[in-house]
């Protein structure tokens, strides 16, 4: 094992004691805190945004407060752009690290299945995923790192599939209480569906290449069976 391979194992450890034992602040203690910084409220929100959910730390406490602290335009945009930033530190970070092991063993079939079905899905499988809420943030931006997805379709990806769930619980969510209406809910309904709609279209066109390839082979020698079959000669001719 790599030092590269044991480095990104101590990574992802940390991010994930971290996301399990650290508590994560409510809307309002976020909003004490970057009340506290005055004008430098809206650049430290969004490191705090953009460091802090590239963990495995839920997003929904910040775009929560993003909306009671800066309202629905500004809110919206700075949870937008710090979730795309967060979501680029996630990949670049499992790419750098965890790349290598997935090449090591792509020779596996499951392996190579998961990586091609991915990576042939591009912007659309990343933006259905992103749609569904049930599916974890950091945890996908890690995923799409160690896979052979290129990161400008993934960064593409991110930021479309980011944008209903973000501007949905920046304007519907009640960051006071802490409860979920129920138009909330019925917004999270409709984008699961969305997502797995999406998701289902893009796993159909990301065929795996050897199948792809095989069949672009059978075909051709179909078509040329056909075809000298047509133009041979009649016997006796």
């Known amino acids: ?15 994930a004691v971290v996301a399990v034992l650290v508590p994560v602040p409510g809307p309002a203690q976020v909003r004490l805190w970057a009340e506290g910084l005055g004008a430098l409220s809206v650049v430290a929100f969004f490191a705090a945004y953009a460091v802090c959910t590239a ?3 839920p997003r929904t406490v910040f775009n929560l407060a993003a909306g009671l602290l800066f309202g629905d335009v500004v809110g919206i945009s700075v949870a937008l752009v710090a979730t795309v930033l967060s979501g680029l530190l996630g990949f670049r970070l499992a ?12 020779h596996r079939k499951p392996v190579r299945a998961l990586d091609d079905r991915l990576s042939g899905g591009g912007a659309l499988a990343v933006a259905s995923l992103r749609l569904i809420p049930v599916v974890p943030f950091a945890p996908l931006s890690y995923l799409c ?7 400008k379709p993934y960064l593409v990806g991110t930021a479309i599939g980011s944008v209903p769930g973000t501007v949905a619980v920046v304007v519907l969510g009640d960051a006071l209480t802490g409860t979920t209406p129920p138009a909330l809910v019925a917004c999270y309904a409709g984008f699961a569906v969305l997502g797995a709609l999406g998701l289902l279209r893009a796993v159909r066109s990301a065929e795996p290449k050897e199948v ?3 069949k672009t082979v059978a075909g051709r020698e179909e078509t040329v069976a056909r075809t000298n079959g047509g133009n041979a000669d009649p016997p006796g001719g």
């Open 55 to 57: 963990a495995p730390v």
């Open 212 to 214: 792809t390839a095989g």
């Open 1 to 15: 094992m790599t030092t590269r391979v044991l480095v990104g194992l101590v990574v992802l450890g940390a991010l």
């Open 95 to 106: 790419r750098s690290l965890g790349r290598e092991v997935v090449l090591r063993h792509l």
């Open 145 to 151: 790192g160690v896979s052979a997805l290129p990161t």
